[in-house]
C-alpha cells in the first residue's frame, strides 16, 4: 500500500484526499477547541449548538480513525482506503472546498450558456441582518425582488433591440458572514449580461452606468420596504442566549467583531 500511494498499477494516478490532522488550522482545533469551548461554558456565554457541532466536526473530518470506506479499481488493482467527511458547510474547508468546486464546474457545464454574465451583489442594513440570519423564506423573498429588478433592465435593453419576449437567467448565492466573520447576510447574484430572444439569439448589455445601478437598487428598496413592513414581526427577535446576544451587538452596531491592538502593542 506504500508504494501505491505514490502512484497506482498501470498508470493510475494517486487521488487520495490530503490528510487535514497535518494543517495548521486541525493543530489550531486540537489542542485549543476544548480549552476554548469550556471557557465560554465559564463565562456563561456558551457557542450555539450548530456552532460547536460544526467546529467538532471539522476535527474529526478526514480522520481514518473517525470512519473510513474500502474501494478497489477491478481493472488495476489499486485499493484506496478514504476517511469520510463531516460535509460541514459552515467552516470545514476540506468539504467546503468540494463542495465549492463541484457547485462551480456544474454551473460551467451545465447551467451556463456561453455568453458573458456579471455578478451583482446586494448588502442589507445592519439592523436588518440579524433578521434576516434567522429568516430564509424572508431573505429568499428578497433575493426573487433583487432578480425581478435585475432583470428588468435585461428585458427593457434587449426589447430596445428588437428581440421579442426576452428572457434571461441567474444564479444567486446567499452568503452569511463578512471578511471579518461578522454576521453579515448578503446576496451574490451572476446573471447572464444580456437576454436570449425567441431565436435563441443573445443580446448582450452594455455595463451599467452608476445612475442605472441606482435606479435599480431604488426599486428594489421599494420593493423589500413594502415586504418588510408586511411581515413586521420576523424583525422582532429576542436575545435570550448570550452568544446570540452578542452576535447580535456586532451584527447591528456596524462595528467588526475582530479588535485589533494598538500599534504600540504589537512590539
Known amino acids: 500500500m506504500g508504494e501505491l500511494s505514490q502512484r ?11 490528510d487535514p490532522s497535518g494543517s495548521a488550522l486541525h493543530a489550531v482545533l486540537r489542542d485549543h477547541l476544548a480549552t476554548f469551548l469550556a471557557e465560554r461554558e465559564r463565562a456563561d456565554a456558551p457557542l450555539p449548538r450548530f ?27 489499486l485499493d484506496r482506503v478514504v476517511a469520510l467527511s463531516c460535509k460541514g458547510r459552515g467552516f470545514c474547508p476540506r468539504c467546503s472546498g468540494r463542495q465549492m468546486n463541484e457547485t462551480a464546474r456544474h454551473l460551467v457545464e451545465r447551467v451556463f450558456p456561453e455568453v458573458r454574465t456579471r ?29 425581478a429588478e435585475v432583470h428588468r433592465r435585461y428585458r427593457r435593453l434587449a426589447r430596445d433591440e428588437c428581440l421579442h419576449a426576452p428572457r434571461g437567467g441567474a444564479f444567486f448565492v446567499i452568503q452569511r458572514f463578512g471578511s471579518d466573520l461578522r454576521l453579515n447576510v448578503h446576496l451574490h447574484a451572476l446573471f447572464l449580461d444580456g437576454a ?9 448589455a452594455p455595463a451599467p452606468s452608476p445612475s442605472e445601478v441606482e435606479q435599480v437598487l431604488a426599486r428594489i428598496v421599494t420593493r423589500a420596504t413594502k415586504l418588510l413592513e408586511a411581515r413586521a414581526d420576523a424583525l422582532s427577535l429576542t436575545d435570550d442566549e448570550p452568544a446570540l446576544a452578542h452576535a447580535h451587538r456586532e451584527a447591528t452596531s456596524g462595528r467588526g467583531a475582530i479588535k485589533h491592538a494598538p500599534d504600540d502593542e504589537l512590539d
Open 8 to 18: 497506482g498499477r498501470r498508470g493510475c494516478p494517486d487521488l487520495s484526499p490530503r
Open 51 to 77: 456552532v460547536t457541532d460544526e467546529l467538532r466536526g471539522a476535527l474529526d473530518c478526514g480522520v481514518l480513525a473517525k470512519g473510513c470506506a474500502h474501494f478497489r479499481c477491478e481493472r488495476c488493482g
Open 119 to 147: 455578478q451583482w451583489v446586494l448588502s442589507f442594513p445592519f439592523q436588518l441582518r440579524w433578521a434576516l440570519a434567522f429568516h430564509h423564506e424572508l431573505v429568499l423573498s428578497l433575493a426573487r425582488i433583487t432578480y
Open 196 to 204: 436570449f430572444g425567441q431565436d435563441d439569439a443573445f443580446f448582450t
